[in-house]
Structures are given as C-alpha cells and as structure tokens.
C-alpha cells in the first residue's frame, strides 16, 4: 500500500503543489487581513489546505485519465502510472472521486460561497485538459484553473469576492499560463504530430518565449497592484524584488536554441518564487500584528 500510495502521489506530481498551495495561504492570509483586520484561523488554514489537496488530485488525475492515449504515444510521458501499466484507469477513477469529495468536504466547512461557487470550479478543473484538443489558448485555462488556489483561499476566509482578490486571481492566472507556455515548448513536434494545440505549436518557439515573458510582465504589474490594494509594507515589496529576479532569469536561461535548462526554469524557479511571495507577505502580515 505504501509502494501504492507512493505510485499515486507521483502520478499527481504532489511536488508540484508548491505551485499553488503557497499562494492558496497568501490569498488566505491576504483576505483575512483586508476584510477583518485579523489573521485567519487556524481550522481556516486546514480546511484551505484539505481543499487545495483534494481540487488539485482530482484535476490532475482527471488529466491523466483523458491524456492516457497521448501519453503512451510521447517518449517523455510514457513512464507516467496509467501508460506504464501501474496503475489501472479504475484505481484512478476511484481515486479522482475520492479527491472530489475532499474539495466538497472542505468547502462545506468553509462558509455557504465556498460551497456556491464548487460547480464552477469542477467545471474548470474538469474542462481544462481538453482545451489542448482544440485552442492554442489551453494555456489560459490551465491558468484560470489553478489560480482557482488563491482566489479559493480568500474566498474561504472572507465569504466574499472584491476587486483585490481578483487582481490576485489574474496575476496567478498569467504566472500560470507563462511558464506552461515555456514547459510546453519541449513538447512542439510531437503536439503538431498527433493535432494537439498550444502556443508553441501555433507561434512557434521563438515566439511562445515573447508570450510567455509578456504575461509575467502582466503578473508582475498585477503583484504591484495589490501591493496597493491591500496596503502591504516593504517585506512584501522584498519579496516581490526577489520574485522579479527569479522570473528574469527563469527566461535567460531558456532560448529558442537551448531548452536544455527547461525543468530548471518550470519546476525550481517558479516552486521558489511561489514560496518566496508567500513567506514575505507572512512576515509583512505576522510583523504588522505582532
């Protein structure tokens, strides 16, 4: 079971939640202080985590149920569990029903918004691994879907939407969609090969890159933003001063000729730069209350 456990948790790229998770707690963080002047709760932390957990199991097992075919066609996905033959597309299901059920579990526990607005959010964690099928624009969704974590994370400890929580919801969004533009890049000839659709595939590299940098421009305008939105001091603004760097260079070391260095600009910078966000405006929040 544990072998199991381990099979299940590297389908999903559990390593990943480093993504999203840190910025679930920032827009929770963020949310409770703009709206009440308090840090949230400690069972409002847990039940954001449980959420976060179960929304992004479910996302990512979906995805690999519907890529199953295409995956075992692609040199570099077809280890994956379902294509390797460890793990059956039943053990998977189950396994995606089960992480459906936390997101509900935690919704409900959260406040009467969270559980209104979960239809939508099983839309778009449903609907996004689709998109590749038919717009170049996937990209987008696949953004609009995982920005879901901080947006669900201030609506969790507010109950509310406002104009802030939104900023926030479309910086992530296009943080999200510039480095899936550059992690896509790696896959351009086979994509093109089998009809799959993505920014790469209709621009080509050269170009993906220009978009991919120009949406972090967009991300980075938007982390000012809320800096004046929320009434942040310096340690975000540090922070922020950090996040810049990383994603200036996340694009020097990619090129058009040279995606040797691609996981390093996918996995390690973007991992540290959501962490960096989140710990800077921790310590913005803990030093103004304490």
């Known amino acids: 079971m544990i072998k199991k456990a381990g099979i299940f948790l590297q389908m999903i790229k559990f390593e990943h939640t480093v993504f999203a998770l840190p910025f679930a707690f920032m827009g929770a963080l963020l949310g409770s202080v703009v709206m009440y002047g308090a840090l949230p709760t400690w069972a409002q932390i847990g039940w954001v985590a449980v959420a976060m957990f179960g929304a992004r199991s479910a996302a990512m097992g979906l995805n690999r149920l519907i890529d199953r075919i295409s995956d075992a066609k692609n040199p570099r996905t077809a280890g994956r569990a379902i294509p390797a033959g460890l793990l059956k597309v039943g053990e998977v299901a189950l396994f995606v029903v089960f992480s459906f059920a936390l997101l509900f579990l935690a919704a409900f526990n959260l406040n009467p918004l969270s559980a209104k607005l979960l239809p939508i959010a099983v839309f778009f964690l449903v609907f996004y691994s689709f998109t590749k099928r038919f717009t170049w624009a996937c990209h987008l969704f696949l953004g609009?879907?995982?920005?879901?974590?901080?947006?669900?994370?201030?609506?969790?400890?507010?109950?509310?939407?406002?104009?802030?929580?939104?900023?926030?919801?479309?910086?992530?969004?296009?943080?999200?969609?510039?480095?899936?533009?550059?992690?896509?890049?790696?896959?351009?000839?086979?994509?093109?090969?089998?009809?799959?659709?993505?920014?790469?595939?209709?621009?080509?590299?050269?170009?993906?890159?220009?978009?991919?940098?120009?949406?972090?421009?967009?991300?980075?305008?938007?982390f000012v933003t809320l800096l004046f939105?929320?009434?942040?001091?310096?340690?975000?603004?540090?922070?922020?001063?950090?996040?810049?760097?990383?994603?200036?260079?996340?694009?020097?070391?990619?090129?058009?000729?040279?995606?040797?260095?691609?996981?390093?600009?996918f996995f390690t910078m973007n991992g540290v730069l959501s962490i960096v966000m989140f710990s800077f405006t921790l310590i913005d929040l803990v030093v103004r209350f304490y």
Request: proline share 3%; net charge negative.
């Open 144 to 222: 609009l879907t995982i920005a879901l974590a901080p947006l669900g994370g201030w609506v969790a400890v507010t109950g509310k939407v406002d104009w802030a929580a939104m900023v926030f919801y479309f910086t992530i969004m296009f943080w999200i969609a510039g480095f899936d533009v550059i992690y896509a890049c790696q896959d351009v000839d086979f994509d093109r090969k089998e009809g799959l659709h993505s920014i790469p595939v209709r621009f080509g590299v050269a170009k993906s890159l220009i978009i991919a940098k120009a949406f972090h421009i967009v991300t980075g305008l938007g």
């Open 229 to 265: 939105l929320t009434d942040l001091s310096w340690w975000y603004v540090a922070g922020l001063l950090i996040a810049y760097i990383i994603l200036f260079y996340e694009h020097h070391i990619v090129s058009p000729s040279d995606l040797s260095r691609l996981q390093t600009a």
